[in-house]
């Protein structure tokens, strides 16, 4: 039980361009949704939280005009990539905690491999 | 606020040998503290987690790790590395208060290389 999946797993894209991301947990329902990047050799780093139905928080430093991100269901949030620029390939992993349990637990999704050209 | 500190961005052991990947912690309130690994291009998989009950923590493929607060520590030891275990691993601590969505802080993660 448990997961969650991403959509693509693999994208490139042209400078200039959008691009959508989405996260779904398949078998549970995810009141809380994380979005990380990662970049090679180095760690995670949280970008957003989204709650459903409510306004992603961001951390300090990301441009919430640039990276778009919609938690429109329990089991669905997505991000967008808007105006893709080379230094915006990345990694960007999502994760999602359990609903009706004030539980810290995250469960990952596969990753997805962003490519700016 | 909380941080992690791994110690060691590389740690190559023999096959059969123990492995111990170093982890410190930092946080203001009790933590939750968690291990993951990640293989190449994939995503992160849970291996144990502290939750502030046993202090020593069982996990998959044989993983354990233990939490001792006086050291504000929590070490990842396998004793007897297999081939399969070679990967990235990651050391990541989160506040048991549900105020910060129980947002993950991780550490920059150790690359666990095994040699034949």
């Known amino acids: 039980g448990a997961v969650v999946s991403q959509h693509p797993s693999r994208v490139i894209c042209k400078s200039g361009t959008s691009v959508k991301i989405e996260c779904r947990s398949l078998?549970?329902?995810?009141?809380?949704m994380f979005w990380y990047r990662q970049f090679p050799k180095q760690s995670l780093m949280l970008m957003a939280t989204s709650n459903e139905g409510s306004k992603a928080t961001y951390e300090q430093g990301v441009e919430k005009d640039k990276f778009l991100i919609n938690h429109a269901s329990l089991t669905l949030s997505t991000l967008t990539v808007t105006s893709a620029h080379p230094e915006d390939s990345s990694f960007y992993i999502c994760?999602?905690?359990?609903?009706?349990?004030?539980?810290?637990?995250?469960?990952f999704g596969p990753g997805t491999r962003l490519t700016v050209t | 606020a909380q941080s992690v500190t791994q110690l060691g961005s590389h740690v190559s052991v023999s096959e059969g040998a123990l492995v111990l990947l170093r982890c410190n912690y930092s946080?203001?309130?009790?933590?939750?503290l968690f291990w993951y690994v990640q293989y190449p291009n994939q995503g992160l998989q849970l291996l144990l987690k502290y939750t502030s009950a046993a202090t020593l923590v069982k996990g998959i493929n044989g993983f354990e790790a233990e939490f001792k607060k006086s050291e504000t520590s929590f070490h990842l030891t396998k004793p007897s590395a297999h081939m399969s275990d070679a990967a990235e691993y990651f050391c990541?601590?989160?506040?048991?208060?549900?105020?910060?969505?129980?947002?993950?802080?991780f550490g920059k993660g150790t690359l666990l290389t095994v040699n034949p």
């Open positions: 946080s203001s309130v009790p933590p939750y």
């Open positions: 994760s999602a905690r359990l609903r009706d349990r004030a539980t810290y637990e995250q469960y």
């Open positions: 078998d549970f329902q995810a009141t809380t």
């Open positions: 990541a601590v989160t506040m048991n208060s549900g105020g910060s969505n129980y947002k993950l802080t």
